[in-house]
């Protein structure tokens, strides 16, 4: 969740690590702080409670200089969004740490830690890393023999930057659980959670493995695994420029983001299909050969992602015949699944890196389920590194908390699964094309809809002095519906909840009054006419409606509902198309009701953390 940085140069630092908490204050902006290594080889430290942008004022007032130091932007897990509980922690005046993560027995080593005279400033449970890596100094070790030593001792997930008075030349970073990147300059190194921190800086990168701790200084970098071996890890080159991740002439990430649907569409199915058919090596080295085993599907995805795995379901039994479930990461991961011989499992996660996810894949690997696939946004990530085959989505990066070009990309790269399995199963070399087909005019398609912006935007209106609403859809709309819902109560706080259409007589219809808007998708297809059914059912009790229907549906407005005509799209792909309607609509009622759309309340990009 929390984003640290960190740098250790031969020029002031303070500026870069600024910068870089900007860049990944979508993940964590309770607070933020930073520590450096002063000229006089003391530490200096600045914390403040909100935004980045309370730290970049208390640092206008109280300038930190210094050449080596560590940085972070806090989401609150244990205790409150305070000063005190900001980090880096520093203990003694010594030693200094920035965390990401969870320490499981956190507890235990407070109670040791009081016992031999430690005192605690925070809530948190990372003040007890520096107390650890304090304890292991003063009994005579380096900073990097204190940090393995504590690390030892540590039970959880973390992403560690650590510094000391004792060696003001010298960086240690960790990770277990939760993501680190070093960035490579000259004769200076960084860390970062995420490589769009550090793009300003450098392009060259280095991603840690679980258990690795790396040693960084400025005459050069050594890594350890987590057996204290010494070893090398690659070094990749980025392709993203540090102006991808600005907003550009957008008000938000989060509408610059829907508004670069088209293009990742296109960049997630470029090169990845020829002559008409989709190509099995876009899956990875030896895909047929996993592919030509599978018997059935399990995808396990949280959020956004499970949005996207639901409609994947669809796809998989209706087009290909092949039998597919679908699962909340955090439930599968828990709940003793019975084990099916010759599964695939599907792990999709924009980040690479949620942790129920990653729990999930390695408890489906524990039990034996068979081989897995990872559709990602974040090469290098955790998720790709563990998987046996990888379909990346080519997102780009995706600032905005509420996820839209990745769960595009990724019911794109989800067909792209689908079509490849289905022709072992059920699907003809026919139906192949015409899906790939479908695919291909995919960006055309939602161009067509983001020329709807405008009056989506005045039809957001409707909504701005609304407490409730409900999403209805029918078949691979339902999910449609789910994500339109989310998306709504994440960046608006609205009350939100879908429904497949077919249940509103189950329930949901005792809610239905003027008070309660109804948002519906209806492409033209054969549940249209059930669906119409059901929309009269709310018309009937008072109900306002909206109505997002293919233009071939044969709807109209009236006194009671409002329609707004969508370009006629293939059936298979419509999920696609009309998922985009809704991110704008969204994004309109957020940005009426004054909400922070691109960093709302409560929440953070990467959900690292249990």
């Known amino acids: 969740m929390c984003g640290i940085v960190g740098a250790i140069a031969q020029r002031e630092v303070a500026a870069i690590l600024l910068e870089g908490l900007r860049r990944l204050e979508y993940r964590g902006y309770d607070s933020a702080g930073m520590a450096v290594l002063n000229s006089d080889g003391e530490l200096d430290r600045l914390r403040t409670t909100g935004k980045v942008a309370e730290l970049a004022r208390a640092m206008d007032r109280h300038p930190l200089d210094g050449v080596a130091g560590i940085a972070h932007t806090r989401w609150a897990t244990h205790g409150r969004p305070t000063e005190s509980n900001a980090h880096p922690h520093i203990c003694r005046n010594k030693v200094a740490v920035v965390h990401n993560g969870i320490i499981e027995n956190h507890e235990t080593l407070r109670v040791e830690q009081k016992m031999a005279g430690f005192q605690f400033t925070s809530e948190t449970d990372s003040e007890v890393i520096a107390h650890q890596i304090y304890h292991h100094l003063d009994q005579g070790d380096n900073l990097l023999e204190a940090v393995q030593h504590a690390c030892q001792e540590l039970e959880g997930a973390y992403a560690l930057g650590v510094v000391s008075t004792s060696e003001p030349g010298r960086l240690v970073a960790a990770r277990r659980g939760s ?185 489906a690997k524990r039990l034996g389920f068979g081989q897995s696939l990872a559709i990602c946004n974040v090469p290098e990530s955790s998720l790709t590194r563990e998987s046996d085959l990888v379909l990346m989505t080519r997102a780009g990066p995706e600032i905005g908390v509420a996820s839209t070009k990745a769960f595009t990309t990724q019911l794109v790269a989800l067909m792209l699964l689908t079509i490849v399995l289905g022709r072992r199963f059920s699907l003809s070399e026919e139906t192949e094309r015409q899906l790939v087909q479908q695919l291909l005019h995919l960006p055309r398609e939602i161009e067509d809809v983001l020329q709807l912006d405008d009056k989506i935007r005045q039809l957001s209106e409707r909504f701005a002095d609304k407490q409730h609403a409900l999403f209805l859809g029918r078949g691979a709309q339902y999910p449609v519906a789910l994500e339109g819902a989310l998306k709504l109560k994440e960046i608006s706080y609205i009350h939100a909840e879908a429904y497949p259409a077919g249940e509103l007589k189950h329930g949901p219809l005792a809610l239905v009054d003027a008070a309660m808007p109804v948002v519906a998708v209806a492409p033209n297809n054969e549940l249209l006419e059930k669906l119409k059914s059901n929309l009269q059912e709310v018309n009937a009790r008072g109900g306002e409606m909206l109505v997002f229907a293919d233009q071939h549906a044969g709807m109209a407005s009236d006194d009671t509902s409002i329609v707004l005509p969508v370009a006629p799209t293939d059936d298979c792909v419509a999920p696609i198309v009309f998922t985009v309607p809704l991110q704008l609509l969204a994004y309109h009622v957020a940005v009426l009701k004054g909400t922070d759309v691109d960093q709302p309340r409560n929440l953070a990009k990467s959900v690292t953390v249990e």
């Open 179 to 363: 993501p680190l990147v070093i960035g490579i300059g000259i004769g200076e190194y960084f860390i970062a959670s995420d490589v769009a921190a550090l793009l300003p800086v450098t392009q060259r990168f280095v991603f840690l493995h679980d258990g690795d701790i790396a040693d960084l200084t400025g005459h050069g970098m050594v890594i350890y695994n987590e057996r204290g071996e010494a070893v090398e890890r690659p070094e990749t080159r980025s392709e993203l420029s540090a102006d991808a991740v600005e907003r550009g002439k957008y008000r938000h990430y989060m509408l610059k983001e829907i508004y670069e649907q088209p293009r990742a569409i296109a960049d997630t199915l470029e090169g990845r299909i020829y002559q008409g058919r989709v190509l099995e090596a876009a899956f990875g080295v030896g895909a047929g050969e996993v592919l030509d085993k599978v018997q059935g599907v399990h995808i396990i995805a949280c959020g956004t992602s499970f949005h996207a795995g639901l409609i994947g379901r669809y796809w998989m039994e209706s087009l290909a015949g092949i039998p597919c479930s679908v699962e909340v990461a955090s439930e599968f991961r828990y709940r003793r699944p019975v084990v099916r011989n010759s599964s695939l499992i599907v792990t999709i996660s924009q980040s690479g890196e949620t942790a129920d996810t990653l729990a999930g894949l390695q408890e």
